[in-house]
């Protein structure tokens, strides 16, 4: 096992980053979608979840753990830095002060549902990509990439809701954000699973690695281990 990462894992531990960065925030805003209600986060948080699946297939267990916990740590990093922006005085000229904390103020109990949300749901992810490989021997990635991606999918947002905006919507609301969220990343994954593929081969490739997690420990709090 590799213990230094190449420049195909550092770009993809970039993006992903970036991804979580941008879906927690645009998770403050509501949208309609024709019939639906989701979250505009839903438009880039799955792609979180397809470059985990990409990790997790092509450098192991180990370091889709290492992108999970930067993931986890740059984002409290940025919801820090929001909260403390809004604790800070405008001047009276700037008028965009209570546009700017009505974002920012949603913050601290946002970041509590995302951040625990994100973290049980990722490492659920990773550990069903990971022993679905060890199982079928390599062979059909696209059914681990959907299933762990919904397990992660689903994971996630039976605790990302409730957290995020119980008292804020009825059950009846929250039932079908998460049902219809969960859907919604799902049929993402689907959608561009061609995609997907193509890139975990041509990495592959590149990388000379498609890593086995045998006889590793799936203890999320081994970030050294990678």
């Known amino acids: 096992m590799k213990k ?105 109990r946002i970041i509590v549902a995302s951040l625990t949300a994100f973290l049980f749901g990722s490492f659920i992810n990773a550990y069903i990509m990971s022993r679905m490989k060890i199982r079928d021997k390599g062979k059909r990635f696209s059914a681990r990439a959907i299933l762990s991606t919904f397990g992660g999918e689903a994971v996630d947002s039976i605790i990302f809701f409730p957290i995020a905006f119980g008292g804020l919507l009825s059950i009846e609301n929250l039932i079908k954000l998460m049902l219809t969220q969960v859907a919604l990343k799902s049929v993402y994954e689907i959608i561009v699973l061609p995609i997907t593929i193509r890139v975990v081969r041509r990495v592959k490739k590149i990388e000379g690695s498609d890593v086995y997690d045998n006889d590793i420990s799936y203890n999320i709090l081994k970030i050294k281990d990678i």
């Open 4 to 108: 230094t990462v190449s420049l195909p894992f550092m770009l993809f531990g970039i993006v992903f980053n970036v991804c979580l960065i941008t879906a927690n925030l645009l998770e403050t805003k509501i949208i309609q979608a024709g019939p639906l209600t989701i979250t505009a986060g839903m438009l880039v948080f799955p792609i979180s979840y397809i470059i985990n699946d990409c990790i997790t297939e092509i450098w192991g267990f180990r370091k889709a753990r290492l992108i999970i916990w930067t993931g986890f740590i740059m984002n409290a990093f940025v919801a820090i830095m929001g909260q403390l922006s809004t604790l800070i005085p405008s001047p009276e000229y700037w008028d965009g002060a209570e546009h700017f904390n009505y974002i920012f103020g949603l913050v601290p």
